[in-house]
T-cell receptor, first 115, second 115 residues
Framework: NAGVMQNPRHLVRRRGQEARLRCSPM?????VYWYRQLPEEGLKFMVY????????ESGMPKERFSAEFPKEGPSILRIQQVVRGDSAAYFC?????????????FGPGTRLTVT | SQKIEQNSEALNIQEGKTATLTCNYT??????LQWYRQDPGRGPVFLLL?????KEKRKERLKVTFDTTLKQSLFHITASQPADSATYLC??????????????FGKGTKLSVKP
């Protein structure tokens, strides 16, 4: 059973470009979470999605950031017009349907560098 | 808002000793608290979950305690080994369903076990 997959693992973008980060949850998992980890900082929750629904985006910056989890295919975190402050590691996690024990399974992360 | 403090940024111990890491939180008592391990350049890996009505949980050389009066969890690694060297993250959630399951993470404690 493959774990959570994220790609690309490393992404370099110039200021003003768009970044697209992809996440495929574990098989059987219908819940996806995105977190951001800045250097020397803890993991910060960004958004929680189920298939075709954004459940909670309270941790997502209001501008330039968006996320989706379509019926088919991976979840996508999209950052438009990137700035240097967006440089961070972005982690995706998945969990079983509601009612499960609560642990989340993390992918290896995408390290975004904005030059 | 809920805050988590892991009171040591770094902990150095000798191989064979017991490592004890602390996690303190403010405000509401979470429905459950989790501990994760994170190695450099990788995503967090789930270790243990303890519910609010549980005092202690064990898994092999790992032990977690949860004191809702003190608002504190202790994480112990007995007979520590150099391979246990990593950053350990404390995380908590309000509940089990929907947005209640979003995790709030501490900044982590970097454990180094010397041979």
């Amino acid at each position: 059973n493959a774990g959570v997959m994220q790609n690309p693992r490393h992404l370099v973008r110039r200021r003003g470009q768009e970044a697209r980060l992809r996440c495929s949850p574990m098989k059987g998992h219908s819940h996806v979470y995105w977190y951001r980890q800045l250097p020397e900082e803890g993991l910060k929750f960004m958004v929680y999605l189920q298939k075709e629904n954004i459940i909670d985006e309270s941790g997502m910056p209001k501008e330039r950031f968006s996320a989706e989890f379509p019926k088919e295919g991976p979840s996508i975190l999209r950052i438009q017009q990137v700035v240097r402050g967006d440089s961070a590691a972005y982690f995706c996690a998945s969990s079983p349907p509601v009612g499960g024990p609560g642990e989340q399974y993390f992918g290896p992360g995408t390290r975004l560098t904005v030059t | 808002s809920q805050k988590i403090e892991q009171n040591s940024e770094a902990l150095n111990i000798q191989e064979g000793k017991t490592a004890t890491l602390t996690c303190n939180y403010t405000n509401y008592s979470p429905a459950y608290l989790q501990w994760y391990r994170q190695d450099p350049g990788r995503g967090p890996v789930f270790l243990l979950l303890i519910r609010e009505n549980e005092k202690e949980k064990r898994k092999e050389r790992l032990k977690v305690t949860f004191d809702t009066t003190l608002k504190q969890s202790l994480f112990h690694i007995t007979a520590s080994q150099p391979a246990d060297s990593a950053t350990y993250l404390c995380a908590l959630a309000k509940g089990y369903g929907g947005s209640q399951g979003n995790l709030i993470f501490g900044k982590g404690t970097k454990l180094s076990v010397k041979p």
